[in-house]
């Protein structure tokens, strides 16, 4: 069921929305404004990603509207709940074309339903820019699909070498969320990099999203005896993964990608995520100016929210759109298709950002600890 909160962001979308398309005048005779979609998860399994995804989006066109907004025109954001389903994506994609009629869409976080996403934004000529989504294959679709965030091959490659460099471990153990192609992704690098830099996989073992029983992979896991455990899985599980290792005697820490990062891994977690590792993409903590002012912007408009990943990643990807239309003079597709792909050392809250030719984000990330139920930097790594 839709929340009372997304549905009155739609509804708030459409009522301001002026009429026709993203390039024409409205009744008044003023410039209409901008369309621009937001695809992403406000219900369902993964709803707390979304409806952060979806906050970023919107502070930064609040903030180019409050500005003068983009070529001299407002820009209005419309919302498509994915309800975190793969399947469902490719329709709430075509509400965003066909009904809205956006000029570039921004979503979804999760690299499964990008994936879903990205043939009808290839057939449509609609730019589609994922905040969030790493597993490489998504830009792989086609040419008006984007990311501006690291992909699973550099993610990976952290993980791998945090573990064999910094904490000296040598044997790793392996728990996959098969169902998601996030977690298949990031798996296949570490397979690949840990043993390379002198480690092992001693074992591996699967679930899926929405699993709440983990003790037979758990017990299997135990009894390769590893230092620690990959773990690259969503907030949705790897909480109860950890609580019901602990209640296994299993004292090694768990180590994960940019998915653990969400409230609720400290909140149902507890003391069982205490010492854990995961990579992401920024720390609220951070005492560099950009991360402090946008953290600071978000909590006085979300009563005082601190904002994950997913929220600054989306105002980033919003941002970098926006100055890409900019650059276009244009909002016709071929056009803004190629200015996102000339994004060069843009000045994001999360680094300096820039769009290569696969389409993929250049930037930095950072390893974060959880210590007395909190995240803390552990540390920085550039690309």
């Not at 398309?21 to 219900?43: E, F, H, Q, W, Y």
């Not at 009904?99 to 934004?121: F, I, M, Q």
């Amino acid at each position: 069921m839709r929340s009372a909160a997304s549905l009155a962001i739609v509804a708030s979308s459409v009522i301001l929305a002026s009429c026709g398309n993203g390039g024409d005048a409205g009744n008044s005779g003023k410039p209409a404004a901008i369309r621009v979609g937001s695809l992403n998860s406000m219900t369902g399994l993964n709803s707390t990603f979304g409806q952060s995804s979806d906050k970023g989006v919107r502070l930064a066109a609040e903030e180019r509207n409050k500005a003068g907004g983009v070529l001299g025109r407002q820009v209005e954001v419309f919302t498509a709940d994915t309800e975190s389903s793969p399947q469902k994506t490719p329709q709430a994609m075509l509400k965003l074309i066909e009904t809205d009629k956006v000029v570039a869409v921004l979503g979804e976080v999760a690299s499964s339903r990008s994936l879903a996403a990205a043939p009808v934004a290839q057939r449509s000529k609609v730019p589609l820019l994922s905040p969030a989504s790493t597993n490489p294959t998504v830009t792989q679709v086609g040419d008006y699909v984007f990311r501006s965030c690291f992909t699973d091959d550099f993610q990976g490659v952290l993980i791998a070498k945090f573990t064999a460099e910094n904490l000296k471990f040598k044997r790793a153990a392996l728990l996959v969320d098969v169902k998601n192609d996030y977690s298949t992704g990031l798996a296949k690098v570490l397979e690949t990099t840990f043993p390379k830099l002198g480690g092992e996989i001693v074992a591996r073992e699967n679930y899926g999203a929405g699993d709440t029983n983990f003790k037979t992979q758990l017990t299997n896991l135990k009894n390769a005896n590893p230092d620690i455990i990959f773990l690259p899985g969503y907030y949705t599980e790897i909480a109860v993964i950890c609580q019901q290792a602990r209640e296994l005697g299993m004292t090694m820490p768990f180590i994960g990608g940019d998915g653990w990062d969400s409230d609720v891994t400290l909140k149902v977690g507890g003391k069982a995520v205490e010492g854990c590792y995961f990579t992401n993409h920024y720390y609220s903590g951070d005492t560099d100016p950009r991360v402090q002012e946008f953290v600071k912007k978000y909590k006085a408009r979300h009563n005082g929210e601190t904002p994950d990943a997913m929220a600054v990643l989306a105002y980033d990807a919003a941002n970098i759109l926006f100055a890409a239309i900019e650059r276009a003079g244009s909002t016709e597709g071929p056009k803004l298709r190629d200015a996102i792909g000339q994004t060069k050392n843009f000045a994001g809250v999360t680094g300096d950002i820039t769009i290569d030719e696969q389409r993929n984000a250049r930037k930095p990330g950072v390893v974060l600890k959880i210590e007395n139920g909190q995240f803390t930097m552990a540390t920085r790594v550039n690309p």
